[in-house]
Structure formats: structure tokens, C-alpha cells
């Protein structure tokens, strides 16, 4: 069974950064698709981005750019997500979710959910 | 982007009633590449259906989903109590990926 364990809450200061991790056990990163959402409190969900970890290649929502990173390390299961120059708006629990293929073969989006981690950015 | 458009904005049913939620894109969804996630508070999204119409592994026969290019539909057919809760839908046709801005269903 795949489990997808992030890093625990965080609290910073507006203009710093934070860096959430998020583990795999159960399986394997390299052949699947990692995507970081967002929701604020009491909000909606928001796409960041995602990482193709056995290409290293990512992708980002155009309201996130070059302000995320996200990244992969294949030889701990685990991919990271970077925010930097937070603002009090940044307030959020943030979620990683992976990808899986149905046994058709058919390709089956953010079907596994890490906990949750809550970033509040507070002076 | 495609923007993704929910409606209702709350259902208020009754145990067993049937619900019926729309969503509604901005333009035609790439492959009908459209999913639906359920949310309880406190709790991360749980994936319901993909492909517009395909259950995600161990989720219930009263959750269908139909629909193609930019009107997609969500039913469930007979409200259990665990139902209650905020409904997204999500496209990944095409890049970035996005979700509508959610379905609260209620209990009535």
C-alpha cells in the first residue's frame, strides 16, 4: 500500500522560505508523477506544480512561478517542495499526491495523498 | 488555463436523496481528462473518479460520473451519511492542472 508521509507544520516569517518533503514508502517515486496543492483556510484546492522524478523534469502553475521548486531525490523516495518569499497569503495546508496507472493501464491523477502540512507565515 | 466552473455552490439533501453536481469548463477538456475528489474537513482529498467516468479503486457504485468535452457530471445515486462533504472537480488535460472551486453538499 502506498503512503505518502510529509514533514511536520511549519510557522514563518513573510519574505523567508520553507521546504516540505514528502516521502513514499509502499513504492517507488521514479516512475510516477509527484504534485504539490495547496488549499487555505477555509479555501479551495490549488495546483502548484509537478515533477516527473526520473527525468527530473517539473512543471509549474503560472501564479507560482519562480517563486516554487519542486524536487525529487529517487535514492530516498522522497520529492520536496520550496515556496520562497512567503507572504502572509501563503497561509495553508499544503498536500503532496501521486499518480498511479488502473490495470488498463490507464493513467489515474493524484490518486495518493500525503497528510498534509500546515505552513502559517506570520510576523 | 482552463478555468473550471462548479454549481451548485451547497446541495441540501437528505440521506438517501440522489445528488447531482456539475462542472463546467472554460474549454474542451483534453481526452475528457476530468476528475473528481471528495473532501471531508480535516481530511486530505479523496479521488473518486478519473477519465470522466471511471471509479478510482475501492469507491463505492453510487458514485458515477459522466460528461464530455466541457460539461462533466458527478451523481450519487443514494446519499450515505459519510457523503457529506465538498466535492472538486479537477481536469488534467491539459497544463496547468486545475480544480473548480467545489460542491458543498449538506445534509438538509
Known amino acids: 500500500q502506498v503512503q505518502l508521509v510529509q514533514s511536520g507544520a511549519e510557522v514563518k516569517k513573510p519574505g523567508s522560505s520553507v521546504k516540505v518533503s514528502c516521502r513514499a514508502s509502499?513504492?517507488?517515486?521514479?516512475?510516477?508523477?509527484i504534485s504539490w496543492v495547496r488549499q487555505a483556510p477555509g479555501q479551495g484546492l490549488d495546483w502548484m506544480g509537478r515533477?516527473?522524478?526520473?527525468?527530473?523534469?517539473?512543471n509549474y502553475a503560472q501564479k507560482f512561478q519562480g517563486r516554487v521548486s519542486i524536487t525529487a531525490d529517487r535514492s530516498t523516495s522522497t520529492a520536496y517542495m520550496e515556496l520562497s518569499s512567503l507572504r502572509s497569503e501563503d497561509t495553508a495546508v499544503y498536500y503532496c499526491?501521486?499518480?498511479?496507472?488502473?490495470?488498463?493501464?490507464?493513467?489515474?491523477?493524484?490518486?495518493?495523498w500525503g497528510q498534509g502540512t500546515l505552513v502559517t507565515v506570520s510576523s | 488555463d482552463i478555468v473550471l466552473t462548479q454549481s451548485p455552490g451547497t446541495l441540501s439533501l437528505s440521506p438517501g436523496e440522489r445528488a447531482t453536481l456539475s462542472c463546467r469548463a472554460s474549454?474542451?477538456?483534453?481526452?475528457?481528462?476530468l476528475a473528481w475528489f471528495q473532501q471531508i474537513p480535516g481530511q486530505a482529498p479523496r479521488l473518486l473518479i478519473y477519465?470522466?467516468?471511471s471509479r478510482a479503486t475501492g469507491i463505492p457504485d453510487r458514485f458515477g460520473g459522466s460528461g464530455s468535452g466541457t460539461d462533466f457530471t458527478l451523481t450519487i445515486s443514494r446519499l450515505e451519511p459519510e457523503d457529506f462533504a465538498v466535492y472538486y472537480c479537477?481536469?488534467?488535460?491539459?497544463?496547468?492542472?486545475?480544480f473548480g472551486q467545489g460542491t458543498k453538499v449538506e445534509i438538509k
Open positions: 499526491a501521486r499518480d498511479y496507472y488502473d490495470h488498463s493501464g490507464y493513467f489515474v491523477p493524484l490518486g495518493y
Open positions: 509502499g513504492g517507488t517515486l521514479s516512475s510516477y508523477t
Open positions: 515533477i516527473i522524478p526520473i527525468l527530473g523534469i517539473a
Open positions: 474549454q474542451s477538456v483534453g481526452s475528457n481528462f
Open positions: 477519465g470522466a467516468s
Open positions: 479537477q481536469q488534467y488535460g491539459s497544463s496547468p492542472w486545475t
